[in-house]
């Protein structure tokens, strides 16, 4: 298992769930030349996992298989305090992703972050607009990403079963949207204005 030391992507907990549920998690460790363990997660995730919130959002045999998968992914260490103390008590951002921004704005890494409400709290941090420039990884951005190195078809397919549990997906991946790719685009331009100043990581050039 890798050294955190050389983790080349983190992923905070919405993000981990909805794209290994959607067995995508390998994939969008490709897109940073990365493999899983190279990757890293919560330390808190599998307990996480076992019992309480997420159980009950994703069930059990769900949380189950995405347990396997976390043995894979080294668990990231404690961030340092210098930038832990700056997100650390602020209302709308938990722990746990108190713990991910101040890693990623450490270590200079890109972080799949899923939490909207976090990221709008966070763009208004000073210190962390230009650690983390380019550097924060959205669902639409990486799902962009796949509908053009792999196709929408086989994306479609991926996050079917996504479709009840996040209403982006349900919307950009609807049956009756011919282009996935277009309604992608247009809420990751919707959200980039939203999180201004933060810069989001880009897809395409």
Known sequence: MASWSVMKLLFDTDAFCKLGTANLLHDVAQIFSATLQECGRLYALPFMLRKGALRKLYGGPTCDALISVTNAMPAFPDANVTWLEKVTGVVGIDPGEA??????????????????????????????????????????????????????????????????????????FSPDNPSPTDALSSYFRDLQATLMPLQLWKPRG
């Open 99 to 172: 713990q991910i921004f101040a890693l990623a704005a450490e270590l200079a890494q890109p972080l799949v972050a899923g939490d909207k409400r976090a990221l709008e709290t966070l763009k208004g941090i000073n210190e962390f607009v230009p650690a983390l420039q380019s550097r924060v990884v959205t669902l639409e951005a990486v799902l962009l990403a796949l509908c053009d190195s792999t196709g929408e078809d086989q994306v479609r397919k991926r996050v079917s079963p996504l479709i009840g549990l996040d209403r982006m997906i349900a919307v950009c």
